[in-house]
């Protein structure tokens, strides 16, 4: 069962806009990356289900961040199919996630209150997500649309709150962009988590980076 409810969850990711993305097969690693992640002000952290066996260590990830990072809400993304979202939602997530919108993975969400942001290409694909019951719909991928797309889309539809990801990077430049383009928030993946300083264990650059992120995006949401 989720930790935090609906409400809970969407209150944590408007307070940051910005919701990390990573999947490690080793359990240690990914459970390093969310505590570093934590500790640089994060509170909402989608883990990818994108490796064999991925909802065991999601499994261990959700009880380490009962443990060592209690505020934060743990999802899981890169979810195509109701039951997959349904193995993750008995396992714990607080949130699903989708590189597609999928209507029966909205209905599985629903039933539990779990926040569903699928994967969406057009104005049209948003409007039904929202239909479907979706307060969070998802840009994907981001440096295919641009900045642009959610400024033009958010000018009839100002309710929806747009999720994007796909290229986003930690930079002054491209953050600023997104936030000014009116995005409720980023989700951001490799850019954020460089191969080499995980395979290193730095987890104080990630921790860094993370509050570096945070306080551009707090300043573009000001200015």
């Not at 930790?3 to 459970?31: L, N």
């Not at 999802?75 to 209507?103: E, H, R, W």
């Not at 930079?171 to 997104?178: G, I, K, M, P």
Request: proline share 5%.
């Amino acid at each position: 069962m989720a930790k935090f409810d609906k409400f809970a969850v969407m209150q944590k990711i408007a307070e940051t806009r910005m919701v990390p993305v990573f999947y490690h097969q080793d359990a240690e690693v990914a459970m390093h990356v969310i505590k570093a992640c934590y500790e640089g002000g994060v509170r909402a952290f989608e883990f990818t289900n994108r490796g064999d066996f991925a909802h065991e260590i999601f499994a261990e990830c959700v009880r380490f961040a009962a443990r060592e990072c209690p505020e934060l809400a743990l999802g899981v993304g890169s979810v195509v199919d109701a039951p997959t979202a349904a193995l993750y939602i008995q396992m714990g997530a607080c949130f699903v996630v989708g590189p597609l919108l999928n209507a029966e993975v909205a209905r599985v969400c629903n039933r539990r209150l779990v926040p569903y942001c699928p994967g969406c290409g057009t104005v049209s694909e948003i409007g039904q997500a929202q239909e479907l019951g979706c307060d969070l719909t998802k840009v994907f991928p981001g440096d295919v649309y641009g900045p642009a797309f959610v400024k033009g889309m958010m000018a009839p539809c100002p309710w929806s709150k747009i999720m994007v990801t796909g290229g986003v990077a930690p930079t002054e430049e491209n953050l600023t962009a997104w936030i000014r383009a009116g995005v409720f928030c980023v989700g951001m993946g490799s850019k954020m988590f460089p191969r080499d300083v995980v395979a290193a264990g730095d987890w104080n650059y990630i921790t860094q980076k993370c509050r570096e992120s945070l306080d551009i995006i707090r300043r573009a949401a000001e200015s």
